[in-house]
């Protein structure tokens, strides 16, 4: 009888001691996952409006024919610089034979001399001629097409921005400054060379009368 309420004491306690025993505390759940915020599309920018393939063509022909121009114009240039400062020297060397003509033997080569002075400037002159006149042929003709061309590259601001179209500005300003200073060159030859005309004329009389 004492062994059975050992035992039944025994199971009292180990109840007791469980129902004291801390319990694990339960796992939360995870909490939910943020919302996936939606990317709005990025707006790209206009493209800029096309311009023909013929009217970029237009322009850079242009342009070509412009710097074409300018170079040609830069050699005439060179041509009426040096032809004017010539124009007196031979003039001067005409003259100085005349002067020393009179009855030398050296006459013959004097009368040569006065002939070579006078056939190279006129030589010179014609060649400023020529010149002047294909300059005024094509300066008209170079400038409207350079005009015609600007009105293309204002087309759009892109376009009018572009290499093509701005270096079409500059050699525009580059093509009326060298209209104005080759015009000016020309007439200033030309003058020079009437200014020494009567020496010319002066020195053939004086061999032409001497030699008879």
């Known amino acids: 009888m004492r062994a059975m309420v050992t035992w039944f004491s025994l199971g009292v306690l180990a109840l007791a001691l469980g129902a004291c025993e801390p319990k694990a505390p339960a796992r939360s759940a995870a909490p939910p996952a943020p919302p996936v915020a939606s990317i709005a599309p990025v ?11 013929e009217t970029v063509a237009m322009v850079s022909q242009a342009l070509a024919m412009a710097q074409a121009f300018s170079t040609r114009a830069a ?12 124009f ?3 003039a001067a060397q005409a003259s100085e034979a005349a002067s020393r003509a009179g009855a030398t033997p050296d006459r013959p080569a004097l009368v040569r001399r006065v002939e070579l002075a006078r056939t190279e400037a006129e030589a010179a002159r014609a060649d400023l001629a020529a010149r002047a006149a294909a300059f005024r042929a094509g300066a008209q003709a170079q400038t409207d097409a350079v005009a015609q061309a600007q009105l293309q590259c204002v087309q759009t601001p892109e376009f009018a921005a572009s290499e093509p179209c701005v270096k079409l500005m500059a050699e525009q300003a580059t093509l009326a400054q060298t209209v104005t200073t080759l015009t000016t060159r020309f007439a200033a030859a030309e003058a020079a060379y009437q200014k020494q005309r009567p020496r010319f004329d002066e020195a053939s009389a004086t061999m032409l009368l001497g030699g008879r």
């Open 88 to 90: 007196p020297e031979l």
């Open 43 to 53: 707006a790209l920018p206009t493209a800029a409006a096309a311009v023909a393939p």
């Open 75 to 86: 050699e005439d240039l060179a041509a009426a610089a040096k032809a004017e400062a010539r």
